[in-house]
T-cell receptor
Framework: KAGVTQTPRYLIKTRGQQVTLSCSPI?????VSWYQQTPGQGLQFLFE???????NKGNFPGRFSGRQFSNSRSEMNVSTLELGDSALYLC???????????FGQGTRLTVV | EDQVTQSPEALRLQEGESSSLNCSYT??????LFWYRQDPGKGPEFLFT???AGEEKEKERLKATLTKKESFLHITAPKPEDSATYLC??????????FGPGTRLSVLP
């Protein structure tokens, strides 16, 4: 059974640019969550999508947005990148909202 | 607001030296407590889910326990390959998911 797939694995962007990250969940999983992980702040929740609807949102600025498609694949977009957005972005999928989350390998974003 | 703290921040053990990691939590209503292991540069790997006080789960050298205020991850006779960061997370009935800062475990041969 394939795990959660995130693309790309590594990304370097310049301040002010925008970026789109992709996540393909485990087959049959309808919930996809996104997290930002930095050494200083740990794992911080960005948002969760279930059946194409955003169900929960963390405390991040509006520059961070996401969406989920009918096949449960999800994308996350960050506009007007700042140096502080450099982090490991992790996607996790669950069968539904109350089950354990399975994580992808993450996308390492570096903003220069 | 849900909160999770973990202690110690870092732990260094000799191979075979058993110990425990602590996860203390404050949550409006606990739906589940989760333990993950994370290796550097990789995504967290699911280990256990605990739902109610008194529950215990085991996997190889790891055993997780849960009380009303905290959870422990006991590591028995650890090996160097157990070196990783161990993360604890809680989920409330609003399905909010909050992670702790983690414990960095190093097991020396």
């Amino acid at each position: 059974k394939a795990g959660v797939t995130q693309t790309p694995r590594y990304l370097i962007k310049t301040r002010g640019q925008q970026v789109t990250l992709s996540c393909s969940p485990i087959s049959g999983h309808r919930s996809v969550s996104w997290y930002q992980q930095t050494p200083g702040q740990g794992l911080q929740f960005l948002f969760e999508y279930f059946s194409e609807t955003q169900r929960n949102k963390g405390n991040f600025p509006g520059r961070f947005s996401g969406r989920q498609f009918s096949n449960s694949r999800s994308e996350m977009n960050v506009s007007t990148l700042e140096l502080g957005d450099s982090a490991l972005y992790l996607c996790a999928s669950r069968v539904r909202g109350d089950t354990e989350a399975f994580f992808g390998q993450g996308t390492r974003l570096t903003v220069v | 607001e849900d909160q999770v703290t973990q202690s110690p921040e870092a732990l260094r053990l000799q191979e075979g030296e058993s110990s425990s990691l602590n996860c203390s939590y404050t949550v409006s209503g606990l739906r589940g407590l989760f333990w993950y292991r994370q290796d550097p540069g990789k995504g967290p790997e699911f280990l256990f889910t605990l739902y109610s006080a008194g529950e215990e789960k085991e996997k190889e050298r790891l055993k997780a326990t849960l009380t009303k205020k905290e959870s422990f991850l006991h590591i028995t006779a650890p090996k160097p390959e157990d070196s990783a960061t161990y993360l604890c997370a809680v989920q409330d009935y609003g399905q909010n998911f909050v992670f702790g800062p983690g414990t960095r475990l190093s097991v020396l041969p």
